[in-house]
């Protein structure tokens, strides 16, 4: 599975951007996928994620401002990220697990597949 993310970019604080990410997974409706996060000396971290039912989950400090979908005939996931701050600064990777289970993981070491990340600067 080979994944790409795209529409990092450099926004001011309070803006918005758009993630996309897309796989090349036969049967992407059967994996869950994940953004996750690293920002500069700092170790990487779980974002958001969805699952192939369309469960969700977010990290606490995204929450209620990031949010993630997919579409699986187009095999793509999105991360709309809103009122952006400082501190959500980092390289975003996309990530993708297969599984059936009900409950995503915020866990990287439980996806298999990741893209290279991209950039997302949040100006102050």
């Known amino acids: 599975v080979q994944l790409q993310a795209s529409g990092g970019g450099l926004v001011q604080a309070g803006g918005s951007l758009r993630l996309s990410c897309a796989a090349s997974?036969?049967?992407?409706?059967?994996?869950?996928m994940g953004w996750f996060r690293q920002a500069p000396g700092r170790e990487r971290e779980f974002v958001a994620a969805i699952g192939w039912n369309g469960n969700t989950d977010y990290a606490m400090s995204v929450h209620g401002r990031f949010t993630i979908s997919r579409d699986n005939p187009k095999k793509l996931v999105y991360l709309q990220m809103n009122t952006l701050k400082f501190e959500d600064t980092a390289v975003y990777f996309c990530a993708a697990r297969w599984s059936r289970l009900t409950v995503v993981s915020t866990n990287t070491n439980d996806y298999e597949y990741w893209g290279p990340g991209t950039q997302v600067t949040v100006s102050s």
């Open positions: 997974a036969r049967t992407f409706s059967n994996y869950h």
